[in-house]
């Protein structure tokens, strides 16, 4: 029987994220993935670029600039050969994290040695779209529908209950659980404080990559001055009486991730050592309203698949779509909070739809090895009811 084959994290960088209509605002999303794909290439000099056996990339939009396989045009505005070949994957707000989790398959049944993954969105830019009529010259306007988030052009057949808003599906989550406002708010507070203090203790510095053409040198949503005080005065956003607002919610973002995967043996020709091991995965998949709560399963099937239990987790980063959200997971697993997104989350850095998994799986296996921790779990929601979840080992740390 032959040895398994396992896949490792051998680095990950990112853009500075940029908030709406902000420092990205000029920028097409393509560009932004060729920018990390590049990066790659230049932190692993040892690396031959014809060696990349595939390009898996996520996006959520596929309705604009980044349309016909983005992760396939990245690769020729990158400069890699163009005899590697690429791949968009589509699972929303999870996507370049499926990207590494199909990576790292390739690598575990030895199709690919190494596999560039990550994602894209530029939600700015994101255009909008008209549907085409059932006959021709109808004498009637047509509305425009923006493709930057939400539901759009819905099956008639689809139940009402299903196609809420994505802010009205997490109210919902408030009365099923109980979490209040005030929990919510100190929760976001944390989360600026947290990625405020780690762009100043420069944990950031060597996980991104200026956009050429840019002057972002810091994710542009991050408010170190963030209180709860501050938030409690914002307008609920989905429900007059509601308790989501935009301090307690992910903001619209702009951004790009890369994640190089690769066998143990495929340290020799990067040149590097890895990061760290995909010790297990798993997705799972719920109503499509509670789409917040999807993370609770797809990381204990995670778990259970890399043999070890929560008891066994020293850091966790969970994509903070919003805030109560991220609360009911974390109750949910009964894990400390202090281990949780310790650099901050996705409320403060900011939420490009498919770029957020390679975000969290990176930052991931920079807090395992910074702290010495063992094992560690990334894990998202996605619209329309799923969830993702990857366990990482340290292979540095004790055991």
């Known amino acids: 029987m032959s040895t398994p084959t396992h896949a490792y ?33 230049d932190r692993s000099p040892d690396l031959d670029p014809a060696a990349v056996d595939e390009v898996v990339l996520g996006n959520a939009n596929g309705a604009g600039e980044e349309n016909r396989n983005v992760a396939r045009m990245a690769i020729l505005l ?10 968009t994957v589509n699972r929303l707000c999870g996507s370049s994290l499926d990207a590494a989790m199909i990576g790292s398959r390739q690598v575990e049944t030895g199709d690919a040695e190494v596999v560039l993954t990550g994602g894209v969105e530029s939600m700015t830019r ?21 493709t930057a988030l939400g539901w759009r052009f819905v099956n008639p057949e689809m139940p009402e209950e299903w196609t809420v808003s994505l802010g009205e599906a997490n109210e919902q989550l408030v009365e099923r659980f109980g979490i209040s406002r005030e929990r919510q708010d100190e929760f976001a507070v944390s989360s600026h404080h947290r990625a405020h203090q780690a762009w100043e203790d420069g944990f950031y510095d060597d996980l991104t990559v200026v956009v050429e053409g840019s002057d972002l040198r810091r994710d542009e949503g991050v408010r170190a001055s963030a209180s709860v005080d501050s938030l409690a005065k914002l307008r609920p956003s989905f429900r007059k009486d509601g308790t989501i607002t935009p301090g307690n919610a992910s903001p619209l973002s702009d951004g790009a991730s890369a994640v190089l995967l690769g066998s143990e043996a495929a340290a020799t020709g990067l040149g590097r050592d890895p990061l760290a091991r995909i010790a297990g995965r798993a997705a799972h998949a719920l109503e499509p309203q509670a789409f917040g709560y999807a993370p609770v399963e797809a990381a204990e099937k995670a778990l259970a698949r890399a043999g070890i239990g929560w008891a066994d987790v020293g850091a966790v980063e ?21 281990i949780v997104n310790t650099r901050g989350g996705a409320i403060a850095v900011g939420h490009p739809l498919g770029a957020s998994g390679g975000r969290i799986l990176g930052t991931l296996a920079k807090v395992l090895r910074e702290e010495g921790r063992r094992w560690g779990v990334a894990a998202i929601c996605i619209g329309v009811g799923q969830g993702l979840a990857v366990v990482l080992e340290n292979p540095g740390a004790a055991s």
Do not use: M
Not at 18 to 27: N, P
């Open 318 to 338: 969970l994509n903070e779509a919003f805030a109560v959200q991220s609360l009911a997971c974390l109750d949910a697993w009964k894990v400390d909070p202090e």
């Open 9 to 41: 994290v051998y680095d990950a960088v990112r853009t500075p994220f940029g908030k709406f209509g902000g420092a990205y605002a000029g920028t097409r999303p393509d560009d932004l993935a060729a920018t990390v794909l590049r990066a790659v290439l």
């Open 78 to 87: 990158a400069g890699l050969p163009v005899s590697v070949p690429g791949v």
């Open 126 to 146: 994101a255009p909008w779209v008209l549907p085409k009529p059932g006959r021709a010259f109808p004498a009637g306007n047509l509305e425009a529908v923006s």
